[in-house]
């Protein structure tokens, strides 16, 4: 325990020097790089501390990290925060659908926590991260937080396909999304005969 305590403090102390360093002066993009890697593994070791006594607020210092790492155009750690945001919007809507915990509360939480989610990935798919892209496209298949659109969802999912070439590996992609149905399948068949 002590360790990892030594070892927050060591990356805080350096991340704070790098933030200091960024806001007074143009860094290069090493420099941006190696504080996004600082960042990175803060939030793991947070993440390993996460259902400790001693580190009650664990999970939220470890958001916290990501979410500056995101401030600074890392696509990693921005599709990271809208997967997050995004599976605890998909719970508090499930709440609301059960009806036992329905409160109006519980409504604009998820309301928030989607759209928050949905830029977030917007931002990630922006600075070409093919999962990001995908889980925006699953958003419009679902309705996650959108109006449902099968056709402009699977848009997407193609597209993030097409951004990774792995076409190779669509059947264990779309098994690992949930879009192993019949349906999706002959779409892309379709689709890439019209290509």
């Known amino acids: 325990m002590f ?3 030594f070892k927050i403090k060591r990356l805080t102390k350096k991340i704070k020097s790098m933030q200091h360093n960024r806001v007074h002066n143009q860094p290069k ?17 947070y993440k390993s501390l996460v259902g400790h006594k001693s580190y009650p607020y664990a999970s939220i210092m470890s958001s916290a990290c990501l ?23 998909k719970f508090r809507e499930q709440l609301q659908q059960d009806g036992l915990f329905a409160s109006s509360s519980n409504e604009r939480q ?3 926590l989607f759209e928050e989610a949905l830029v977030y990935l917007q931002s990630a798919e922006k600075l070409g991260h093919a999962e990001a892209r995908r ?19 699977f848009e997407l999912v193609v597209e993030s396909i097409e951004q990774e070439n792995s076409w190779d590996k ?17 779409a892309l068949t379709k689709r890439r005969k019209s290509a």
């Open 3 to 5: 360790l990892k305590r």
């Open 67 to 89: 979410r500056a790492a995101a401030a600074i155009d890392d696509a990693k750690a921005q599709y990271q925060i809208g997967k997050k945001l995004l599976e605890e919007a």
């Open 135 to 153: 889980l925006h496209g699953l958003c419009y298949i679902n309705g996650w937080g959108v109006t449902a659109d099968k056709d402009k969802g």
């Open 110 to 112: 998820a309301y928030q």
């Open 170 to 186: 669509v059947p264990q992609i779309f098994a690992e999304i949930g879009l192993n149905k019949p349906e999706f399948f002959s």
């Open 29 to 45: 993009d090493e420099v941006i790089a190696k504080e996004i890697a600082l960042y990175h593994e803060l939030a793991d070791t």
